[in-house]
Structure formats: structure tokens, C-alpha cells
């Protein structure tokens, strides 16, 4: 009976939060699955923009226009397909500052629309398709909002508001954002690679970029990490590498037949 009375007030907690307006219900579009957001999109892009300023402070910015534009060209070509369009999408190739020679290939996206792709990684790809794989993944996780539902659960809704209501951020403020970034820069959970992967699949397929490059750029992430002699962090970025190439087979081959139906 307790329990009972228990369940029926949490039910009636969380409905209370979401009438209040602190909490929406969102769908994940690949699953169908239901989860408590607490940050709004609005909260989400400027959250964003303060987290796109530290990556400016901790890396350079790639100003090369043939660079920039051949990055714009793909990513904003993906975004005219994404599933969600109300965000202002930012695209960076980034480079270190510093210790050069102990970059590890990586891309990450922030809340709000910023993505980036490091110099060691764009120098890995050798086809747009593959620029395009990485992009489209990056991507799914913002259309997904998975980076604001690990930061929700990492270092809570809370520091997060912390975050947003600071107008010139203190030292606490500021290592509380510098945590934020590394957590972005950071592999999600297995579930959540592969629903990103699955999604940029799709993306990818609608604007004519092949998804087997996906495979291909997974492949070199791979050789790339048996090779190496380096083991910094960034290359966690990069988990469940042959999981994630079973997934992304079976969600190509499900792409051709619904296709051919």
C-alpha cells in the first residue's frame, strides 16, 4: 500500500513540474521512448553559447576558408534534413593550442547547435562522404538533445541553471563549465552512440552522402587507437567501435529495403 501511495506521488510531483513549466515531456524520435527535459531550447542555445566560449579560450579556431567552407557546405546540407531546425547551427574545425603532437582525432557537439571537428581527425577523412559520417553522427546527438540529457545527469539541472544565470562567472561558475565541456568531449553511453549513429545514417542517406563511410571512418578510428602509442582521453570519444559497426550495417541494410518497399 505504501508503495502504492508513493508511485501515485511521484506521479503526481513530475505532472506538478511540467504544469509548472520547469519540465517538458520529449520523444526521442527513434525510440518512442518519454524523458523529463528541464532545459528549454532557449536555456539549451544559450548554454551552448557559453561552452562554445570556453572551447574558443582552450582551442584555435581553423580561419582556412577552404576548410571552413567545405565543412559549412556538408554540415549545413545535413541540417537542411535534420529533425530539428529551430537551433542556429554553428559548424568549427579546431586545432590544440598547445602539446600538438598529443591531440587525439575527435568531434563533439554542444547544446544550442555547435559542432566541431578537430584538424587531426579532418585530416583523417578522405572523402566528404566521411566528413560527412562524422557530421551527420554529431549532429543526431543535438537533434536527440542527448548532450543536455548527459549533462542533466552528470552534473544536474541545477548547476546547469548555475551556469545560465551567472552574468560574469565566478571561479566556481567557471569550473563548473570547464566540467561541462570535458563531459562533451567525452563518449555518451552505447545506446546513445548508436541511436546517433542510426540517425546520421539516415541524415546522410537523405542528402546523397554514402553511409558506408561511416564504417570506413569508425574503421580508421580504430586503427588509429591500435596503433597508437598515445592513450589521452579524447580517444574514449570513440567507443563500442565494432558494436557500433553492426548497427550501423543492419540500419543501412534496413535503409535499402525500406527503399526498395
Keep these: 500500500m ?24 520529449e520523444y526521442n524520435i527513434l525510440t518512442g521512448k518519454q524523458h523529463l527535459a528541464f ?25 582556412d576558408p577552404r576548410i571552413r567552407d567545405r565543412v559549412n557546405k556538408i554540415g549545413y546540407s545535413l541540417v537542411d534534413v535534420c529533425d530539428r531546425k529551430g537551433l542556429v547551427y554553428h559548424f568549427e574545425v579546431i586545432t ?41 553522427h554529431e549532429l543526431s546527438h543535438i537533434v536527440l538533445r542527448h ?28 569550473k563548473k563549465i570547464q566540467v561541462a565541456l570535458i563531459l562533451m568531449m567525452l563518449n555518451y553511453s552505447k545506446e ?28 580508421k578510428l580504430q586503427d588509429y587507437q591500435f596503433h597508437s602509442p598515445i592513450r589521452e582521453y579524447h580517444l574514449h570519444s570513440h567507443p563500442y567501435l565494432d558494436e557500433r559497426i553492426n548497427v550501423i550495417k543492419s540500419e543501412i541494410e534496413l535503409q535499402k529495403n525500406i527503399k526498395n518497399d
Design 96 to 136: 590544440a593550442k598547445k602539446n600538438k603532437e598529443k591531440e587525439e582525432p575527435n568531434a563533439f557537439a554542444l547544446p544550442g547547435g555547435y559542432i566541431y571537428i578537430n584538424q587531426k581527425l579532418l585530416d583523417m577523412l578522405d572523402t566528404d562522404d566521411e566528413v560527412a559520417a562524422v557530421l551527420a
Design 39 to 63: 532545459i528549454s531550447d532557449e536555456k539549451e542555445i544559450k548554454l551552448g553559447r557559453r561552452l562554445a566560449q570556453q572551447v574558443e579560450k582552450e582551442f584555435k579556431i581553423i580561419k
Design 192 to 219: 546513445r552512440e548508436t541511436e546517433a549513429d542510426r540517425l546520421g545514417i539516415r541524415y546522410m542517406e537523405k542528402t546523397g552522402y554514402d553511409p558506408r563511410a561511416m564504417i570506413t571512418v569508425l574503421k
Design 147 to 174: 548532450n543536455i540529457l548527459k549533462l542533466q545527469e552528470a552534473i544536474g539541472t541545477q548547476a546547469l541553471l548555475a551556469i545560465l544565470a551567472s552574468q560574469a562567472p565566478d571561479a566556481h561558475t567557471v
Design 2 to 25: 505504501e508503495k502504492q501511495v508513493n508511485f501515485k506521488l511521484l506521479n503526481y510531483l513530475l505532472f506538478s513540474v511540467i504544469l509548472s513549466g520547469c519540465a517538458s515531456v
